[in-house]
């Protein structure tokens, strides 16, 4: 099975703040890697795939990059609203390993 | 618009069985995958695996082989997640999530709301 690294996997940031989240796959993966949000108490939501498209209606502050093994996300100034939990996926192979998560916070 | 709705929360003793539901409606159904996945309290993401809608074709993941069976009912637009043998480990939180197809790379793009699973004795 590919294994998903995530890190790190806690962060407090301040609004305003860019951040940067990385994912390290354990083997190539191409581009076949999704980023999803998660606040408290909701479903998971999509935010980017292939590793750099945005997904519909998500503000264009994020961003990702990466191909191969190694993948970010990065949030330009940090809003309110962003502060939740980030999961990166492999979607090359089954099984479809998500990363352990990073738990982004306000400072 | 595009949703999924699953089954209400479920409270079983170890041992039994349970059955999530998941009702798909505004997108064609048997057109997309469908996967669970689950969520124990404070945990990552797990994949249980997915089902083929127009086929019943299924795909689970190794160490849930034996353990979970998905099913669906066609004529209403709905997939079934069936996990046998619960212990406390199995309790979690259940999401179903439609698999959006290759050209978005296969990425979960529609989730339901959850179902939270609940073994105890």
């Known amino acids: 099975d590919i294994q998903m690294t995530q890190s790190p996997s806690f962060l407090s940031a301040s609004v305003g703040d860019r951040v940067t989240i990385t994912c390290r796959a354990s083997?190539?993966?191409?581009?076949?890697l999704n980023w999803y949000q998660q606040k408290p108490g909701k479903a998971p939501k999509l935010l980017m795939y292939?590793?750099?498209s945005l997904q519909s209606g998500v503000p264009s502050r994020f961003s990702g990059s990466g191909s191969g093994t190694d993948f970010t996300l990065a949030i330009s100034s940090l809003q309110p609203e962003d502060f939740a939990t980030y999961y990166c996926?492999?979607?090359?192979?089954?099984?479809?390993?998500f990363g352990q998560g990073t738990r982004l916070e306000i400072k | 618009q595009v949703q999924l709705v699953q089954s209400g929360a479920e409270v079983k003793r170890p041992g039994a069985s349970v059955k999530v539901s998941c009702k798909a409606s505004?997108?064609?159904?048997?057109?997309?995958?469908m996967n669970w996945v689950r969520q124990a309290p404070g945990q990552s993401l797990e994949w249980l695996g997915w089902?083929?809608?127009?086929?019943?074709?299924?795909n689970y993941a190794q160490r849930f082989q034996g353990k979970v069976t998905m099913t669906r009912d066609t004529s209403i637009s709905t997939v079934y997640m069936d996990l046998s043998s619960l212990t406390s480990d199995d309790t979690a939180v259940y999401f179903c999530?439609?698999?959006?197809?290759?050209?978005?790379?296969?990425?979960?793009?529609?989730w339901g709301q959850g179902t939270m699973v609940t073994v105890s004795s």
């Open positions: 292939a590793a750099s």
């Open positions: 505004g997108y064609t159904f048997t057109g997309y995958y």
């Open positions: 999530a439609r698999e959006s197809g290759r050209v978005v790379a296969d990425a979960f793009d529609i």
């Open positions: 089902i083929d809608p127009y086929t019943g074709g299924t």
């Open positions: 996926q492999q979607t090359y192979s089954t099984p479809r390993i």
């Open positions: 083997q190539s993966i191409s581009t076949y």
